[in-house]
């Protein structure tokens, strides 16, 4: 039996990437804003984020956002509500998406192309 794997692209500097950290957008709550200045400096140092890459990141955000908020309100019930909950797990969920495709976890930012520690030397082998 073969077994099918996809493999995932590879992320590559853009042409035309974003070169200036972006305000955060104002009608963010007080936890995407922090997150968004987290980690827009290394995304914008990358080269990897054009226009159309903003609704993912600002998505992320929000997720993100969305997760720190429901976890002060459950820490503040001292209780858990299963809707609160349910909307937390699934934030948690769209967010480890995004990061994986935005460059933000430890595998993705693993990719040669992510790293900068490489650039110029296409051969492997050579130090």
């Known amino acids: 039996m073969t077994h099918l794997r996809g493999v995932k692209p590879t992320i590559v500097p853009d042409p035309s990437p974003i070169?200036?950290?972006?305000?955060?957008?104002k009608w963010f709550g007080a936890f995407a804003k922090l997150e968004?200045?987290?980690?827009?400096?290394?995304?914008?140092?990358r080269r990897i984020?054009?226009?159309a890459d903003m609704g993912s990141v600002e998505n992320y955000c929000?997720?993100?956002g969305r997760i720190r908020l429901i976890e002060q309100?459950?820490?503040a019930a001292g209780e858990v509500?299963?809707?609160k909950h349910r909307m937390q797990l699934q934030s948690m969920q769209v967010a480890r998406q995004l990061a994986a495709e935005l460059g933000l976890t430890?595998?993705?930012?693993s990719r040669p192309a992510v790293r900068n520690d490489d650039e110029g030397n296409d051969n492997p082998f050579d130090i």
């Open 49 to 51: 984020l054009t226009e």
């Open 106 to 109: 430890p595998v993705s930012r």
């Open 19 to 25: 070169t200036k950290t972006p305000m955060a957008p």
């Open 36 to 45: 968004w200045r987290r980690i827009m400096p290394p995304l914008v140092e």
């Open 81 to 83: 509500d299963p809707k």
């Open 73 to 75: 309100e459950i820490a």
């Open 62 to 64: 929000l997720a993100i």
